[in-house]
């Protein structure tokens, strides 16, 4: 007979490991499972991006996305430190280089400090003093951003969660969900074999495949996920020292990208990137990759083509500059003119898990679905790494109310 678990967590990311470490601190006497279909943690999206710690420039006031990434800072800091992680506070610079993107670039400001950070104006002569390889008429000084590897953090919070009584069950991919009127049936294969888990409460932080999951559970949804591809170089080693800060665009506000940047990795490189190229399979890391499955599903979303519509001609130049190095190293020297193609080497690709929506919108923000005994995160964009924390905690606390009000539902039983 199969064990009971309390909870079970499906997705090894760094939201899913977080979500598990505070779930068992905060209900230590109950028992949990996370369930990660790869060998290791962290291997998709947490694994894959820049290890920026963000400080929350880029979103809504109010917005769910504001509101983690800030708190994030902070706790990511004080985890880090807690654990000896590596943490550097480099600063983040947001230059921008037409009339355009000056005007763009007051708004964000704006935002900046709507958002309560503190961040500095600079002219083009301070821009150049703090980067002399840096073209630009202007830019943003973030001095709360810094850089971490987010792939040892997730190892550490998952250590913690073993040693408070947690477990991890890696290798273990989920095919099926079954939700009966007391517990759901997590049926997997394990190593070649058959194998089901069983819970009373369900929690998925399944990143790429998230949608995939709310429909083993026949949860009705709008949404799809449709993965694009951040594709990276890594420059020689004699740019180490290039910059003195992470270097941005300024974004375009209708994208939920940030555009191609350079970012100073913790092991002392510079990497370039990423672009956001449209996918064609949802983990497919390598240079061609492709999935019938896949590409069914997206081809069959109507959200796909009114996406792709809305924004075909950021669609087809960012095609074209994957294929096109030159067309790719234009996106770098607009605001550093001294690399050339051939500094840009190969390093590995990321896959952002973008939900879509039936009418082509692009998900912003934080997105959740719901079954009686589970709760599904739908959409963590960026800066999901960076909120890993505070989400985790959102999770717990959702969690919680949601079982609290089924239980108010209960039928109260007459005594004798």
């Known amino acids: 007979m199969s064990k009971v678990y309390d909870y079970i967590i499906i997705g090894g990311g760094i939201v899913g490991v977080s979500t598990a470490w505070q779930l068992q601190q905060r209900h230590p006497d109950k028992s949990i499972l996370l369930i990660e279909k790869e060998s290791g943690l962290s291997r998709h999206q947490t694994g894959h991006n820049s290890g920026v710690i963000h400080a929350g420039v880029y979103y809504a006031p ?3 996305k ?25 600063g983040k610079l947001l230059v921008a280089t037409s009339e355009l993107e000056m005007e763009r670039m007051q708004a964000l400001y704006q935002r900046c400090r709507e958002n309560g950070l503190e961040v500095t104006l600079l002219d083009q002569n301070e821009l150049k003093r703090k980067e002399p390889n840096i073209e630009g008429l202007g830019a943003i000084l973030v001095e709360t951003t810094s ?3 987010y792939r040892l953090v997730t190892e550490k919070m998952a250590d913690e969660f073993r040693a408070l009584g947690g477990e991890v069950a890696l290798g273990t991919v989920v095919e099926d969900l079954s939700e009966g009127e007391d517990e759901i049936r997590v049926s997997c294969l394990q190593e070649g074999d058959s194998v089901a888990f069983v819970c009373r409460f369900l929690i998925s932080c ?6 995939r999951v709310t429909r083993m559970l026949g949860i009705k949804t709008d949404f799809q996920i449709i993965p694009y591809r951040g594709e990276y170089y890594r420059l020689p080693k004699k740019y180490n020292q290039i910059v003195n800060h992470l270097i941005y665009p300024i974004p375009d506000p209708d994208l939920p990208f940030l555009g191609v940047h350079l970012t100073r990795m913790i092991d002392g490189s510079v990497t370039v990137g990423p672009n956001a190229v449209q996918g064609w399979k949802r ?4 240079r061609i990759n492709i999935s019938l499955k896949d590409i069914g599903d997206m081809l069959g979303f109507s959200g796909f083509w009114k996406a792709t519509g809305k924004h075909l001609k ?10 096109w190095k030159p067309g790719y190293l234009k996106l770098v020297n607009k605001y550093c003119p001294v690399i050339t193609v051939d500094d840009l080497q190969p390093y590995p690709a990321g896959i952002r898990a973008q939900a879509v929506l039936k009418d082509g919108t692009l998900v912003h923000d934080f997105l959740f679905a719901e079954s009686p005994r589970s709760l599904h995160v739908c959409n963590a964009p960026s800066p999901a790494a ?21 239980l108010a539902e209960e039928p109260v039983q007459a005594s004798a």
């Open 62 to 64: 109010g917005s769910l």
């Open 66 to 90: 504001a509101e983690f990434c800030k708190a994030g800072v902070e706790a990511t800091t004080r985890f880090c430190a807690r654990h000896d992680i590596p943490v550097e506070n480099c």
């Open 147 to 149: 850089i971490v590897n």
């Open 206 to 211: 399944s990143g790429l495949m998230a949608d």
């Open 283 to 286: 983990e497919g890391y390598g």
């Open 314 to 323: 950021t669609g087809l130049i960012e095609t074209k500059n994957s294929w």
């Open 386 to 406: 960076t909120s890993a924390i505070p989400i985790g905690n959102y999770i717990c606390n959702k969690v919680a109310d949601k079982q609290q009000d089924d």
